[in-house]
T-cell receptor, first 106, second 116 residues
Framework: KNEVEQSPQNLTAQEGEFITINCSYS?????LHWLQQHPGGGIVSLFM???GKKKHGRLIATINIQEKHSSLHITASHPRDSAVYIC????????FGGGTRLMVKP | GAVVSQHPSWVICKSGTSVKIECRSL??????MFWYRQFPKQSLMLMAT?????????EQGVEKDKFLINHASLTLSTLTVTSAHPEDSSFYIC????????????FGDGTRLSIL
């Protein structure tokens, strides 16, 4: 069974700060997902990646397959980025990390 | 982009009631749909995997007679919580994936179920 660890669990930042959320997993995967869950509960898929790096707007996701590690970066953070960010690894099914609760203060 | 609609968003009902939650893929055919459950401040837990036209595969510890899943078409899966009790109160969320397995899952907005 894949163990997925996210850090930090909670993060408070000032608007404009650069944010990094980390995810480590224990066994090989076919893909890694970064998800965003807003207070109402709805989930948005931010990235799905299996190697290298992807960028979408102010969000950047990287993955190192050899080290079994991924990072999600948010540049120029904004209060609307406040949400829970979830790392999920896929091998036939998704296994979720515990999430990182991010609050960006104005 | 791919959209998954989940209905209802909120349900409050009395103990013993059966509750049906619908998950629809609006602009794509979803051969596989997933049902998750999330308790407050906890991670999502997979309950079952639903493949169109076949029986759902339930995760260990999930009672298939209590959580009935039907995936009768390529755009609709339903989860029925039968004879719901307060301990079934939770956040239920579905996701759907297109035919090709290398496609990402698209999530619904979830259903918050409260059993009184």
């Amino acid at each position: 069974k894949n163990e997925v660890e996210q850090s930090p669990q909670n993060l408070t930042a000032q608007e404009g700060e650069f944010i990094t959320i980390n995810c480590s997993y224990s066994v090989g995967i076919s893909a890694l997902h970064w998800l965003q869950q807003h207070p109402g509960g709805g989930i948005v898929s931010l990235f799905m990646l299996s190697s290298g790096k992807k960028k979408h707007g102010r969000l950047i996701a990287t993955i190192n397959i050899q080290e079994k590690h991924s990072s999600l970066h948010i540049t120029a953070s904004h209060p609307r980025d406040s949400a829970v960010y979830i790392c999920a690894v896929e091998f036939n099914m998704l296994t979720f990390g515990g999430g990182t609760r991010l609050m960006v203060k104005p | 982009g791919a959209v998954v609609s989940q209905h209802p968003s909120w349900v409050i009902c009395k103990s013993g009631t059966s509750v049906k939650i619908e998950c629809r893929s609006l602009d794509f055919q979803a051969t596989t749909m997933f049902w998750y459950r999330q308790f407050p401040k906890q991670s999502l837990m997979l309950m079952a995997t639903s493949n169109e036209g076949s029986k759902a595969t339930y995760e260990q510890g999930v009672e298939k007679d209590k959580f009935l899943i039907n995936h009768a078409s390529l755009t609709l899966s339903t989860l029925t919580v039968t004879s719901a009790h307060p301990e079934d109160s939770s956040f239920y969320i579905c996701s759907a994936r297109r035919r090709a397995s290398n496609q990402p899952q698209h999530f619904g907005d979830g259903t918050r179920l409260s059993i009184l």
